[in-house]
T-cell receptor, first 112, second 113 residues
Framework: KNQVEQSPQSLIILEGKNCTLQ??????????LRWYKQDTGRGPVSLTI?????NTKSNGRYTATLDADTKQSSLHITASQLSDSASYIC???????????FGKGTTLSVSS | SQTIHQWPATLVQPVGSPLSLECTVE??????LYWYRQAAGRGLQLLFY??????ISSEVPQNLSASRPQDRQFILSSKKLLLSDSGFYLC????????????FGPGTRLLVL
């Protein structure tokens, strides 16, 4: 069964600190893996898209990594800001592009 | 530029009542359109997707249905709402899943009482 597991479920950090969110998946083969940021009550916004052959992709203070051998991805946030408080969702798309498997997300709270 | 609209933003409906949520996309043609539901404490669940007018694929069997009467219009419906239909409904579009980002609408929050 295709699954996407994210950890931790929630995380609280101080402003300015770094953090790393994890995503483990069983989808194989897959087309691409995406990280989304979803603010409360809003639709998700894409942060990064990585194909199976890419190892890392950056978007400002967000850096995603992918290890296709171990089926793990991480999202690293550098120098966190209050506006980073949101839910971060990992999504894996199968090779045919017909199945989208969503993780349940990690809720990040950045406090001052 | 492309934009995606959803309405209403918030809806409170009694159990057993019908439902119609609308999603429209501007600035693109022949998009792939998607309906998702996000229940409290759960991840996004794909409900329906459409690759063209009148073409609907259902991912999860339930009392919801979808229709695509026009190229850039996607409608989510129900004849009789259940309590379990409560959630945050998101519409999204993309041109090519393998190459493009999927863009989400602002969502509709549905509460069934």
């Amino acid at each position: 069964k295709n699954q996407v597991e994210q950890s931790p479920q929630s995380l609280i950090i101080l402003e300015g600190k770094n953090c790393t969110l994890q995503c483990n998946y069983t989808v194989s083969p897959f087309s691409n893996l995406r990280w989304y940021k979803q603010d409360t009550g809003r639709g998700p916004v894409s942060l990064t898209i990585m194909t199976f052959s890419e190892n890392t992709k950056s978007n400002g203070r967000y850096t995603a990594t992918l290890d296709a051998d171990t089926k793990q991805s991480s999202l690293h946030i550098t120098a966190s800001q209050l506006s980073d408080s949101a839910s971060y969702i990992c999504v894996v798309i199968n090779q045919a592009g017909t199945a989208l498997i969503f993780g349940k997300g990690t809720t990040l709270s950045v406090s001052s | 530029s492309q934009t995606i609209h959803q309405w209403p933003a918030t809806l409170v409906q009694p159990v057993g009542s019908p439902l119609s949520l609308e999603c429209t996309v501007e600035g693109t043609s022949n998009p792939n359109l998607y309906w998702y539901r996000q229940a409290a404490g759960r991840g996004l669940q794909l409900l329906f997707y459409s690759v063209g007018i009148g073409q609907i694929s259902s991912e999860v069997p339930q009392n919801l249905s979808a229709s695509r009467p026009q190229d850039r219009q996607f409608i989510l419906s129900s004849k009789k709402l259940l309590l379990s239909d409560s959630g945050f409904y998101l519409c999204a579009w993309t041109v090519d899943w393998h190459q493009e980002t999927q863009y989400f609408g602002p969502g509709t929050r549905l509460l069934v009482l």
